[in-house]
T-cell receptor, first 112, second 118 residues
Framework: AQTVTQSQPEMSVQEAETVTLSCTYD???????LFWYKQPPSRQMILVIR??????QNATENRFSVNFQKAAKSFSLKISDSQLGDAAMYFC?????????FGTGTRLTIIP | KAGVTQTPRYLIKTRGQQVTLSCSPI?????VSWYQQTPGQGLQFLFE???????NKGNFPGRFSGRQFSNSRSEMNVSTLELGDSALYLC?????????????????FGPGTRLTVL
């Protein structure tokens, strides 16, 4: 079975500062994909960033970047220059063994 | 391009009833997956359909079923509703590929259907 663990139920950051959300996972698959999704109060699940496990280079999408440590099975999300619109639940997810498994989420609060 | 749409957005049912939820994928997407989101269990995979065939399913009882039509639209049905079925049901679509197993492709989610069972 594959698992995804997000150990930080809640995080807060000052507007314009940088914050890092943690995620660890476990899978027996050699080929898999990792994602961060954002779920604002509207409940719409929005893709933030995607990482292919066979690629060593960390994915980057504008102010969002990841630190992918395959050996440690770690996949953290860094948000730079935090904005009020970044406030949401953030879910780490792993696609492997033919299905998408989510972590329990981290609620991110942006302090003006 | 329009996103994934789900209808209805909100639904209230009583125990023992059945319910059908609908999902229209992004145009051109052939795979549709369903998830249940609850405060206690988080996000859990229900099943995935591709070309009108269920390719993969999660660990849910047989009361939960689905189908996909030739235009890739999908419906999910829950029979004999229980209080514990109250949840946000999310649908996601992806381009996917031919094959008898669910291959990775980025999934794009709809806004969800909030089901309340009284």
């Amino acid at each position: 079975a594959q698992t995804v663990t997000q150990s930080q139920p809640e995080m807060s950051v000052q507007e314009a500062e940088t914050v890092t959300l943690s995620c660890t996972y476990d899978t027996s698959e050699s080929d898999y994909y990792l994602f961060w999704y954002k779920q604002p109060p509207s409940r719409q699940m929005i893709l933030v960033i995607r990482q292919e496990a066979y690629k060593q280079q960390n994915a980057t999408e504008n102010r969002f970047s990841v630190n992918f440590q395959k050996a440690a099975k770690s996949f953290s999300l860094k948000i730079s220059d935090s904005q009020l619109g970044d406030a949401a639940m953030y879910f780490c997810a792993l696609f492997g063994n033919e299905k998408l498994t989510f972590g329990t989420g981290t609620r991110l609060t942006i302090i003006p | 391009k329009a996103g994934v749409t789900q209808t209805p957005r909100y639904l209230i049912k009583t125990r023992g009833q059945q319910v059908t939820l609908s999902c229209s994928p992004i145009s051109g997407h052939r795979s549709v997956s369903w998830y249940q989101q609850t405060p206690g269990q988080g996000l859990q995979f229900l099943f995935e359909y591709f070309s009108e065939t269920q390719r993969n399913k999660g660990n849910f009882p047989g009361r939960f079923s689905g189908r996909q039509f030739s235009n890739s639209r999908s419906e999910m049905n829950v029979s004999t509703l229980e209080l514990g079925d109250s949840a946000l049901y999310l649908c996601a679509s992806s381009l996917a590929q031919e094959g008898d197993y669910m291959q990775e492709d980025t999934q794009y989610f709809g806004p969800g259907t909030r089901l309340t069972v009284l």
